[in-house]
């Protein structure tokens, strides 16, 4: 057998383990193993879900940079790029700050 089928053989024998053992411990039925083990939780960070309006419409603007982005070239994308960000940068002051944090995040 080789190793990477053994290696899936035995990562899904420790998840089935660990659910018996689980439902075991919890003195859980079956239907409320299955409910606990197929139920979605939502978000892992509860409370990150709210952004504020502003937030959101910069997500909807990257949204449609990435879908202009398809349609440019390397040279077009450069360009569009530049021109951006040396609207931004010139234009709002805490674009010229969180550009430094980014800029010394990366050692630049």
Request: hydrophobic fraction near 35%; charged fraction near 35%.
């Amino acid at each position: 057998m080789k190793t990477s089928k053994l290696r899936d053989l035995i990562k899904e024998t420790i998840k089935e383990n660990f659910d018996d053992r689980m439902q075991a411990a919890g003195g859980f039925s079956d239907k409320e193993m299955g409910d606990i083990t197929s139920r979605d939780i939502g978000s892992p960070f509860p409370g990150t879900d709210n952004v504020s309006p502003f937030t959101a419409k910069a997500k909807d603007y990257t949204e449609k940079f990435k879908q202009e982005y398809k349609e440019m070239s390397d040279d077009g994308i450069d360009e569009f790029n530049k021109e951006i960000i040396e609207y931004l940068l010139n234009a709002f002051p805490s674009a010229q700050a969180a550009a430094k944090v980014v800029m010394a995040r990366k050692g630049l």
